[in-house]
């Protein structure tokens, strides 16, 4: 990925997305504990660093805080999230991903095409390449085709992808059941449940990305 980044606190990221007016930019934020001394705090924070400034009796993004108009904007946005919780917010414009990737301090904030995001994914650990092509499933596949039941530990990954606006689109759980890994995923009412294979995950990130794909 890009080696520039940018690293924002939640109460920050909360701020800069709400200037921008984005309707569906805060889905995945927590905000249960935001009142109005963190959101002040936070506000004070972003006009000494230069992502702010006065616009009025308020405030509107400035310089590098301009990039907060692209994320607002964006297609929708996929939460990325494991067992153990939330990992990314990756947000989809037309050009670029902006990789919202969870730290200790807030967020690290990226810029990316897709290609970089799916390195990421793999270089990190957060997804194995499955080795089975769709042939080679064929004979699994029936054996496989209804939901397994599973817990939410055998549930290692999952992409949740967001309309503009914080309407949940599709939800896709990567799940491992005994020697097979299984992509259960809900788009509106359909399910669907496949072997991973090459071709199936391609696919489902695809769909998640709002891509094009051809095996």
């Not at 569906?24 to 935001?34: L, N, P």
């Not at 230069?50 to 994320?71: H, M, T």
């Not at 496989?144 to 949940?168: I, S, W």
Request: aromatic share 10%; glycine share 8%.
């Amino acid at each position: 990925m890009n080696d520039k980044y940018y690293v924002l606190t939640q109460n920050e990221f909360l701020v800069m997305l709400l200037l921008t007016g984005g309707n569906g930019g805060t889905v995945g934020i927590r905000a249960e504990s935001v009142d109005a001394e963190t959101l002040t705090t936070a506000l004070m924070s972003l006009f000494s660093r230069g992502f702010i400034s006065r616009n009025g009796r308020g405030f509107a993004p400035k310089g590098e805080g301009e990039l907060f108009y692209e994320i607002s904007s964006s297609k929708c946005a996929v939460v990325l999230s494991s067992s153990v919780g939330r990992m990314a917010i990756c947000y989809v414009c037309t050009e670029c991903i902006w990789f919202c990737e969870l730290v200790r301090e807030g967020f690290r904030i990226k810029k990316c095409v897709f290609k970089e995001l799916w390195q990421w994914l793999f270089d990190s650990g957060v997804l194995e390449w499955p080795l089975l092509h769709d042939e080679d499933a064929e004979e699994l596949r029936t054996l496989c085709a209804e939901e397994p039941a599973f817990t939410d530990k055998d549930c290692f990954l999952m992409f949740e992808k967001y309309a503009n606006g914080g309407v949940l689109l599709e939800r896709h759980k990567i799940v491992r059941i005994g020697a097979t890994i299984r992509i259960i995923s809900s788009i509106g009412n359909i399910r669907n449940v496949e072997i991973s294979t090459q071709e199936a995950l391609r696919r489902m990130l695809a769909n998640a990305f709002d891509l094009k794909y051809t095996d």
